[in-house]
């Protein structure tokens, strides 16, 4: 983008210039052209000829419609299974915690927004072990349970290909939090995906 605003910034462009200008603007800007062309093309082609079969639908109270279609690479970190984890742990908050938002101990927290919930303060934005938060560094357990009447840990299947790197990260958090946990909140509920607790 520098090349090309000194490019159309000058006042007689030479031939070589262009030409080469040009080709560095595609070869930059091609690949990301390229990606939205297919998903309009995607999302086209499901709007006129919708093929649901065995798809998995994100079962939120945001009026948003999204459905996602089996895949080869479904994991309970992506795609449909992960979906049905979400829409597990949804199911148990509607049962469980009235209109009160959670935290989660998980990489993300998609149920406050999901649900159209206030979040609780506290919490981690993105709880990666040993990229964002360590055993070193992070929020006392006392500022990360904020003011929230209820938490959610996440569990995920030893079947999974990514078992190994998903549960190393909850466990890390789980080592920092789970004190604090037993000492001020008790388990409510425990699904195949999600274990509830409360405060006490």
Not at 17 to 29: N, P, R, T, W
Not at 121 to 139: F, I, R
Request: glycine content about 8%; aromatic content about 10%; proline content about 8%.
């Amino acid at each position: 983008m520098v090349l090309i605003d000194r490019y159309l910034a000058s006042q007689e462009p030479a031939r070589l210039e262009a030409v080469v200008v040009g080709f560095l603007a595609l070869a930059c800007a091609g690949p990301m052209l390229w990606q939205n062309e297919i998903s309009l093309m995607a999302a086209a082609r499901e709007k006129v000829l919708p093929s649901y079969g065995n798809a998995v639908r994100l079962d939120c109270e945001r009026g948003a419609s999204l459905i996602f279609p089996p895949s080869p690479f479904e994991t309970e970190t992506g795609g449909p299974d992960y979906v049905r984890a979400i829409n597990d742990g949804l199911d148990l908050m509607r049962r469980r915690t009235g209109h009160d938002g959670v935290l989660t101990v998980d990489m993300m927290n998609p149920f406050n927004y999901l649900l159209d919930r206030p979040s609780p303060t506290g919490g981690l934005a993105a709880a990666a072990y040993n990229y964002v938060v360590s055993d070193a560094s992070h929020p006392a357990p006392e500022k990360w349970a904020g003011n929230t009447r209820y938490v959610m840990v996440r569990k995920y299947s030893p079947a999974i290909k990514d078992y190994p790197v998903e549960n190393y990260h909850i466990e890390g958090i789980r080592r920092m939090y789970q004190p604090y946990l037993n000492l001020h909140f008790q388990v409510v509920e425990e699904t195949g995906h999600w274990i509830l607790y409360a405060r006490r």
